[in-house]
């Protein structure tokens, strides 16, 4: 299968800081890139949708301006966390569509990056 | 949307056993359904994917069934193994919309 790497795997900030999260494919061009959050012992839950070369879309509750998404190449999209707080800890997975028909895209997810928020 | 709870339901069997997963979805107009695993601290990881026009799909010891009838998707695991221990996730989507998880469910297989 494609494989989507994500870095850092883990990262501890202090409360008031930024963090950059980078997703890439490694064997794929991805014109369409996703970011979810999960907590634990939950599902994961979409916060935006990135198409490379254009504004990202987010999903209800979601502030655009504290999670910043970038996608400007076919096989790299970042998530910012701008001034992150406690709450924002979290576990944080990419994922990118392989193809282009539609129907049978498959979706696979990068390993994952760990957010502490001290 | 998905919906989302505090407590996973876990199905636990013995090493060797065959498992099914169960998961009911949603959206009666979803047209494509994937299966995957996640391990604890890791991402989700592609098992397996069925079309709404197809009712069962077999791959590497593992089967999806479809139940478009009553909305109802498993997962079947021959021979389940200690690795196969995880949270498994049903998702669902119709054409190019988003996916639609399901809330998962923890496969505990004991040796």
């Known amino acids: 299968g494609a494989v989507v790497s994500q870095h850092p795997s883990r990262v501890i900030c202090k409360s008031g800081t930024s963090v950059k999260i980078e997703c890439r494919s490694l064997?794929?061009?991805?014109?369409?890139m996703f970011w979810y959050r999960q907590f634990p012992k939950q599902s994961l839950m979409l916060m935006a949708t990135?198409?490379?070369?254009?504004?990202?879309?987010?999903e209800q509750g979601v502030e655009k301006d504290k999670f910043l998404i970038n996608h400007a190449s076919l096989t790299l999209s970042t998530l910012t966390v701008t001034s992150a707080h406690p709450e924002d800890s979290s576990f944080y997975i990419c994922?990118?569509?392989?193809?282009?028909?539609?129907?049978?895209?498959?979706?696979?997810f990068g390993p994952g990056t760990r957010l502490t928020v001290l | 949307g998905e919906s989302v709870g505090l407590h996973l339901p876990t199905l636990s069997v013995q090493e060797g056993d065959n498992s099914i997963i169960n998961c009911a979805y949603s959206?009666?107009?979803?047209?494509?359904f994937i299966w995957y695993k996640q391990e604890s601290g890791k991402g989700p990881q592609f098992i397996i994917d069925?079309?709404?026009?197809?009712d069962k799909r077999q791959g590497q010891r593992v089967t999806v069934l479809l139940n478009k009838t009553v909305k109802h998707l498993s997962l079947q695991i021959a021979a389940t193994q200690p690795g196969d221990s995880a949270v498994y996730f049903c998702?669902?989507?119709?054409?190019?919309?988003?996916?639609?998880f399901g809330k998962g469910t923890m496969l505990l297989v004991s040796p």
């Open positions: 994922s990118a569509r392989v193809g282009t028909s539609g129907i049978t895209d498959t979706q696979y």
């Open positions: 959206n009666s107009a979803s047209d494509y």
């Open positions: 990135s198409n490379e070369g254009s504004k990202a879309t987010y």
């Open positions: 069925i079309r709404s026009n197809m």
């Open positions: 998702a669902e989507r119709r054409g190019y919309s988003t996916l639609t």
């Open positions: 064997d794929f061009q991805a014109t369409t």
